[in-house]
């Protein structure tokens, strides 16, 4: 309230200064009373503004000082004049500013009693943000006296509140899933209360209210996903309370919602099905929708659009009809404008295509086999699950016989069924199917297999495959029965039943005698005995019955019998401490052999041990060691027995034995440096005392009886003891023993029944050494030691040289430069090539001999050293006086030294005119001092010390002018150039040149290819001199000399040569690789080492691993370890030297290791592979080493390494090769090889009677598919090669081929080739076609009342024997022969069928493999003489009998003519309403085919005829009918009995159609039967 007092007042107080100072005083004051303020006010107006009375009045109100953006608001102004003055104008202000002046006012009163006029105008306007201020009025006056003024009224201040709502545009709209944030914020106003309310579309929206900055903020968030209910007005509404007034506003933001309501869903389909995706969206209005088949956009007209305004939702329909087999993407893409567009999910089509891979096939299972299983394969397109169940005679089979499993792309899945465990037994037998079966998207599609035939046969043995038998080697007899059991309804016969072993038939066997009656066999057609009657190890093992079939192909099973033999051990054995006593049995079991001392078991006693045990063709030993069994023990009974696991059964041999051999006896290598006294060489040899000595012995050098006088032999026996002693007289002159003595000294100890011998070797030598007493040397160039070795007949395995250092032998290494070694005509040399005081000592050489010997000799090496001390280049000034010193090293360990007279040379000669003085500056060490006085000119030179003729290594060269020198770094064989300048001298040189190391000079103008010489012109008192050398090879240190005044003035320049060494190398691919660079010539540390490829730097890390050795020596190694060598690369090593900048290249070669991933053979053949090594470097024995192979089987026997060349003689069996090898760097690879082996049939019969053409089949059996695109098939036919591509099923290759029998194929057999080439290499076998002659005749004519009889002769094919053959008169079985007694085959058969009447007679021969048959049409005429049996028939009529039956005959034939006619007809209209009503009724019936791969062998080339009756109308008796084999109850024969068909139904193939014989013929099946 003081504020807006103060606020009024001061509107006239800054009219004068004592207003201003008025201010001031007024707020110290402002406290006071307002009656205070309003008298001062008064008074100082008063007096400040003038004298003129002026007492009008004005002042500004409203209703209130609040509003709301958009209200209306209102300010009145009232005005008090004197009566006599008068208002002109109001002008309403707002913040000082006028906002609208008005002249009329709204109501003007007499106030005060007629005193004052009141003038009221009120001002009203509509609120906006920037309404908030402070309003005013100013009145214009006029006075009574006629001067105007104005007016003023006090301030009145409004505020406007305004809600602020963000977005602060409006949201035209959000996508579902998006979240919606919507903000609220006024104005806080004092002792208002606001509040924020919220009316949105949603029931999950989030308020947050805070204060800041003066302002409430609300804020709404929608917690959820923003649906399509979200859409419309959404507001916030703004509330001040205070008192009695409220003040309200709205704001409001509608919202519209879009996006897509329903996705695409995932699809399953089958290839050629139809596919529909449906894509809805909601907007204000119809959106556009693109679909698009994986990144493929799709024609409109395909899809079907569709919008209702209702609910704002628009949808399409994508339609894909006949989809492939391809998985793709679906995507729906909605423009809701065209700059804003939304893509559904991806929804993902999977198109499923199965066939099968591995067919189900008729299947003939081995009784009790291992691996009775069949395989179903589905292939797909690549999917994760596909479940395959089982099913035995429509019945689902557990899962768990079943094992499933896929490819590692998806795509092919295969099921194995082990039938009962894989162990098939007579019930298995039956029909299978299987069922394939995918789910994904919850949509499940399947597939059905065909239902095949499962046929169990097998061999019965006995002994069982578990059992075995145990035969000694003495003739024990015993059996072994087979026995065929199985199916005798699969269609195949067993044709023989044979004994082999070891994949050879018993009576083939190397050294079979049948004589021998070693083995005997006994067989039947459907059991087996073989009799082993002399049972021998070597013949024992793994016995095989093999029963083979009509295909060709083999089942068989393995009996295992074993044989013992006793080799027994001699009557009396002799013996010696470590020798053995050898048990040996004859056996193919192993065994356990139990020794036996005097019959008690393990009664050793520290006399014997027992030893090794193992088995060696076919044999297995066992040893008993003799440890403690001496010459003193009796004699002892040892015996051994063998207990063998299998059988327990135990054999046993012994030896009585005694003791001999020799107990002593000399080393066999012996060495002798000297001869001091006679060598006497000593045998004692060892007995059993109670058996008596030896008679004597001999002695032998070299193999030849001595007979030398300068050796004589003693003798002396005792107590079980002897000894033989040969002496060698001692030899003044060593050579003659050296010569002589030296040799192999044999000596034999005879008995009367044996004789014992043992020798010894000796050698005698003299080793001595060049070096042996203390040597001194200077320093030199190199200093060489030896050692020679005087000996003969020695073999020296090993010279090495040591190095002696605290007792300690250290090898010599000749690696690091410092000693090089050499050995000739026994002579080891060892040469100091850096002679310097670290490198002296004590050094051994050593000789290796045999016998684990060591002989060596001493050499002492001491050196002594001379060299210069300090700068080898010194500058004088003339007149003054200049020291050198030097110093020498003694290095004597054995004795101190006087002062050694050292000496000065200048130049060569020795140098007088100074002061010298030696000292000793420490033990060995002393130094020499030589002062020059007064220099002059003729004092430059070269200045050395040495004592005696040695010369110290290093010099000082004098110059007394000033010689600057600067050397160079180059690299090897590049051309270098150094330079001295001589300055401050004021005589000019009288002779300028260069010299080496060597004191050879080198002259400007000399005429040289190798340098060039450049001297400058001697002006200023100086000069240049230059020299130039050319292709560089090593480090060369040079001297620049200037003769001035008859004195040198030389300094000494270095040529540095820097040598870069690369080690190349060559890897296998994929290893590690190593290159390296030697830099020699080094001076220092080079500047930086960098490995590269091309311009790029290689750093460390996993890929890279650069290492440098330290400076040592001048050189530094550098290398770059490759973790994973993949190619050839050359790379590049680099580094600066000072300025220069070095490069080498370097390179890293690869080499790869390859063998056939797949190799194909014939089963029996050979088999050659060989390791590829590229590239071809010439040497590649040295880049695959220890080359190895591991097959997984051993059936095929041992492999024959040769170089690269790996070779089987024989493979019977599968293998998973692997080659191991080692690298060029000893590192250990593998190679994997898979090899395939395959077969054909051995015998291949086709059968034909020339009517039809013959279907011939060729399967190569045991292919892997792997193998499908190598193969091709060929045939061999009539002289022409016929190339075909083959199939593949169930690991086997297929071709077949069509041959046309001609008609007057008349051969008996005709042999065909058929084949297959694998990997250009050609595999090929016989088949053979047989020809079958039925002979008969077509038609047969009886007399009536005459017996009559047909006959049919079979001839042909020798291979198969006719089974039976079936007689049918019409459709009627009347006779059925068994023709496999016929004893007479393969001579021709007569089939006879008696007491025949009219009509059509059927015979049909079987032949097991095939059948064909022949057709006769018989005819009954009138009494005659016919005899029934002529083809044509003879009616017996004559011309007498003709005319008197004529009547009779036309009499009975019209009446009969015509009644066949009428049932014709009637038939006929019969037969067709059942032919319209129940089509195809009749059949003709072909007993189904066997699948060619039901046997695995081309035996299924076997064909047959079984077509009768109309040759249009057949059955499809295909597996994969819905009732492929319908059984006989349902079949009807017409005109016979339900149930007998004409022929049983045999499971044989079907051949093309033949003419129709026999129309009648028909078999009806049951109304309820499904064809």
């Known amino acids: 309230e003081y504020k807006s007092y103060l606020r009024k007042l001061n509107y006239r107080f800054y009219q004068c200064m004592l207003c201003n100072v008025y201010q001031y005083i007024l ?148 996508f579902i899933g998006d979240k919606v944030t919507l903000i609220c914020s006024a104005p806080v106003f004092p002792l208002y209360v606001p509040t924020i309310t919220w009316d949105v579309k949603t029931d999950d929206a989030a308020q947050k209210i805070e204060t800041s900055n003066g302002r409430l903020i609300s804020t709404v968030i929608t917690t959820a996903t923003t649906e399509p209910s979200y859409s419309g007005d959404h507001s916030c509404k703004l509330v001040y309370v205070k008192d009695n007034i409220r003040l309200e506003q709205t704001k409001i933001r509608t919202i519209e919602v879009r996006g897509i309501t329903q996705h695409p869903q995932n699809t399953l389909k089958e290839v050629g099905a139809t596919a529909e995706f449906t894509c809805k969206a909601v907007a204000e209005k119809q959106v556009q929708f693109t679909w698009f088949v994986g990144t493929a956009e799709q ?32 995507t729906c893409r909605v423009a809701f404008a065209p700059d804003t567009v939304k893509d559904a999910s991806v929804a993902k089509l999977k198109v499923l295509k199965m066939e099968f891979y591995i067919k189900l096939e008729d299947t003939v299972f081995t009784l009790k086999s291992r691996r009775a299983e069949l395989k179903c394969g589905i292939r797909t397109n690549p999917v994760n699950n596909l479940d395959i169940t089982w099913y035995k005679d429509d019945t689902s089979l557990p899962p768990a016989d079943a094992a499933a499993s896929r490819n590692q792309e998806g795509t092919e899945h295969y099921s194995i069924l082990s039938v009962n465990s894989g162990e098939a037994q007579l019930e298995d037998a039956g029909t299978y199917h299987c069922i394939g079966r995918h789910t994904s998207y919850g949509t499940s599609i399947t597939i059905k297999s065909d239902t095949v035939n499962v046929y169990v046969r097998g061999l019965e043995q006995k002994p069982a495959a578990n059992e075995f038998r145990v035969l000694d080697g003495t003739g024990q007899r015993t059996d072994f029965t087979c026995t065929y059991k199985g199916d005798g309804e699969s269609g195949i016969g067993i044709t023989s039943l044979n004994w082999f072993q070891e994949g050879v038939s018993v009576t083939g066997l190397e050294g079979f005698d049948p004589q021998d009656k070693e083995y005997i066999p006994s067989t039947n057609s459907r059991a087996s005995v073989l009799t082993v009657s002399k049972p021998q190890p070597t013949r024992a093992g793994t016995l095989e019955c093999r029963a083979s079939f009509g295909f060709g192909d083999t089942i068989s099973v393995f009996y295992q019998y074993y044989v013992h033999l006793t080799y027994p051990l001699p009557g009396t054995s002799y013996v010696k401490k470590g020798s053995a006593i050898t048990c040996k049995i004859g056996t193919n079991t192993p065994g356990q052999a139990y020794w036996y001392v005097d019959n008690v078991i393990n009664n050793l006693n520290n006399k014997f041990s027992r030893d090794k045990s193992y088995t060696k063709d076919g044999i ?93 032999i003693k003798e002396a026996t005792q107590s079980g003891s002897y000894n033989t002693r040969l002496i060698l007289k001692r030899q003044d002159n060593f050579d003659i023993a050296i010569n002589d003595y030296s040799g192999v000294y044999k000596t034999t100890v005879e008995f009367s029944d044996a004789s014992y011998s043992s020798e010894s070797t000796w050698i005698f030598y003299e080793l001595t050494s060049s070096n042996e007493a203390p040597t001194f040397t200077y320093d030199v160039e190199s200093y060489t030691m030896s050692c020679t070795l005087k000996a003969a007949k020695i073999e020296i395995e090993k010279v090495q040289w040591v190095r002696v250092e605290n007792n300690i032998n250290i090898p010599i290494d000749d690696d690091d430069g410092t000693y090089t070694t050499s050995f000739t005509d026994n002579v080891a040399r060892l040469t100091i090539t850096k002679v310097v005081q670290r490198n002296e000592g004590v050094f051994k050489c050593k000789f290796f001999l045999p016998g684990d010997h060591e002989i060596e000799a001493r050499n002492q090496i001491e050196i002594r050293n001379i060299d210069m001390e300090g700068s080898s280049d010194m500058g004088g000034k003339l007149g003054e006086s200049l020291r050198m010193k030097c110093k020498a090293g003694l290095f004597t360990t054995s004795t101190d030294l006087n002062l050694p007279k050292i000496r000065w040379y200048k130049d060569g000669t020795w140098f007088t005119e100074a002061s010298v003085t030696t000292s000793k500056e420490s033990r060995y060490v002393y130094s020499s001092t030589m002062t020059i006085t007064d220099l002059g000119l003729t004092d430059a030179g070269t200045y050395k010390c040495g004592i ?130 030697d830099i020699t010539g080094l001076t220092g540390e080079p500047d930086q080492i960098k490995w590269r490829i091309g311009a790029t730097d290689l750093a460390d890390g996993d890929s890279y691993k650069i290492t440098s050795s330290p400076l040592s020596q001048t050189k530094i190694t ?72 591991l097959p997984s089987l051993t059936r095929n026997g041992d492999p024959v390494i040769s170089g690269m060349d790996i070779t089987f003689s024989e493979v019977v069996v599968p293998m998973d090769l692997t080659i191991n090898f080692k690298d060029n760097k000893d590192a250990a690879h593998s190679r994997k090889s898979k090899v395939a082996v395959g077969s054909f049939g051995k015998h291949v019969i086709s059968l034909t009677d020339t009517t039809e053409d013959v279907k011939l089949t060729c399967i190569l059996d045991d292919v892997p598919q792997e193998f499908e695109d190598a193969v091709s098939m060929f045939w061999e036919i009539d002289g022409n090669y016929i190339t075909q591509t083959p199939t593949y099923e169930g690991g086997a290759m297929k071709s077949t081929y069509n041959y046309k029998v001609a008609s007057d194929f008349n051969l008996p057999s005709m042999d065909i080739t ?72 393969p001579d021709p058969v007569v089939l006879t069928l008696s007491d025949i009447t009219q009509g059509s007679y059927t015979v049909v021969v079987n032949y097991g493999v095939a059948e064909f048959q022949r057709t006769i049409s018989v005819k009954v005429t009138g009494d005659g003489d016919g005899d029934g049996n002529g083809e044509d028939g003879d009616d017996g009529d004559d011309s ?91 079949l009807e024969l017409s005109g016979g009995k339900p149930g007998s068909p004409p022929r049983p139904n045999r499971p044989t193939r079907p051949r093309p159609p033949r003419p129709n014989t026999n129309p009648n013929f028909q078999i009806r099946f049951p109304q309820d039967t499904e064809i």
Not at 682 to 687: S, V
Not at 1154 to 1160: A, G, Q
Request: charged share 20%; glycine share 6%; hydrophobic share 30%.
């Open 299 to 330: 024609d409109s007209s395909i899809s079907t659009p569709a919008y209702t305004s209702a609910d704002r939702l628009s949808s399409s329909v994508l339609v894909l009809t006949n989809v492939q087999e391809q998985d793709t993407s679906i």
């Open 1118 to 1189: 550098t290398q770059l370890t490759v973790a994973s060598v993949k190619a050839d690369t050359v790379y590049t090593c680099a580094f600066d030297v000072a300025d220069l900048k070095v490069t080498r290249e370097v390179d890293l070669k690869v080499y790869q290791v390859t063998v056939p991933d797949l190799l194909f053979t014939m089963k029996g053949g050979k088999l050659e592979l060989s390791v590829d090594v590229t590239p071809d470097t010439g040497s590649l024995a040295s880049l695959v080493r220890d080359l190895s192979v």
């Open 620 to 712: 297995q030993y066992d040893e008993l060691l003799v440890t403690g069994f001496n010459t003193f023990d009796s004699p002892r009974i040892v015996k051994c027995t063998h207990q063998f696991h299998k059988t327990n059964k135990e054999y046993s041999t012994s030896t009585r034995v005694e003791y001999r051999g020799f107990n002593t006896v000399p080393s066999k290598y012996n060495y002798r440096e000297q001869m001091t006294m006679d060598v006497q060489i000593d045998y004692y040899f060892d007995y059993t005392f109670s058996k008596g000595g030896p008679s004597g012995s001999k002695w032998y050098k070299d193999g030849t009886e001595i007979t030398d006088t300068r050796m004589s």
């Open 27 to 174: 707020l110290l004051y402002c406290r006071c009373y307002v009656m205070i303020h309003l008298l001062l006010w008064f008074c100082f107006y008063t007096i400040c503004c003038g004298s003129e009375s002026n007492e009008s009045e004005l002042s500004i109100s409203s209703t209130q000082d609040k509003y709301i953006v958009g209200t209306t608001a209102a300010v009145t102004c009232n005005v008090y004049t004197p009566t006599k003055a008068e208002v002109k104008e109001i002008t309403f202000t707002r913040d000082g500013e006028a906002l609208e002046t008005f002249t009329s006012f709204d109501s003007s009163t007499s106030v005060d009693g007629g005193k004052q006029t009141l003038y009221i105008k009120a001002y009203s306007f509509t609120t906006t943000p920037d309404s908030s201020g402070e309003y005013g009025c100013v009145a214009k006056i006029t006075s009574s006296s006629g001067s105007s003024y104005e007016k003023s009224s006090v301030i009145f201040e409004i505020q406007v509140a305004d809600i602020e709502m963000l977005p602060s545009e409006k949201i035209n709209y959000v």
């Open 1314 to 1385: 058929c084949g297959s080439e694998v990997s250009g290499t050609k595999y090929q076998h016989k088949a053979v076609i047989e020809l079958v002659t039925l002979t008969m005749a077509e038609t047969l004519t009886l007399n009536e009342g005459k017996a009559g009889a047909i006959t049919c002769t079979v001839t042909g094919s020798e291979t198969y024997p006719p089974k039976y053959a079936i007689w049918y008169h019409g459709t009627e079985q009347v006779l059925k022969q068994s023709l496999e007694q016929q004893s007479t085959w």
């Open 948 to 1077: 005696d003729d040695f010369r110290s290594a290093g010099s000082i060269n004098l110059s007394l002018v000033s010689i600057e020198n600067v050397g160079t770094t180059v690299e090897k064989g590049s051309d270098a150039t150094v330079s001295c300048v001589l300055s401050d001298t004021t005589v000019e040189p009288t002779e300028v040149y260069w010299r080496d190391g060597t004191g050879v000079q080198y002259k400007e103008g000399d005429s040289s290819s190798e340098y060039t010489v450049t001297n400058t012109e001697y002006q200023g008192n100086s000069m240049t001199t230059a020299i130039l050398l050319k292709r560089v090879e090593e480090a060369k240190p040079l001297t620049c000399v200037f003769l001035i005044g008859g004195a040198t003035n030389s300094r000494g320049v270095t040529v540095d040569v820097i040598d870069v060494v690369v080690h190349s190398d060559m890897v296998i691919h994929n290893s590690p690789g190593l290159v390296k660079c």
């Open 1440 to 1530: 007498s009998k003709s005319g008197s039956n004529t009547a009779v005959i036309v009499g009975i034939s019209v009446p009969v003519i015509i009644i066949l006619v009428f049932c014709i007809a009637i038939a006929y209209v019969c037969l067709k309403r059942r032919l319209q009503r129940r089509p195809s009724r009749s059949y003709n019936i072909s007993p189904s085919n066997i699948p060619s791969n039901t046997y695995r062998t081309p035996s299924s080339l076997i064909y047959h005829n079984q077509t009768v009756g109309n040759s249009n109308s057949r059955v499809s008796n295909r597996h994969d009918a819905p009732n492929p084999h319908p059984k006989s109850s349902q």
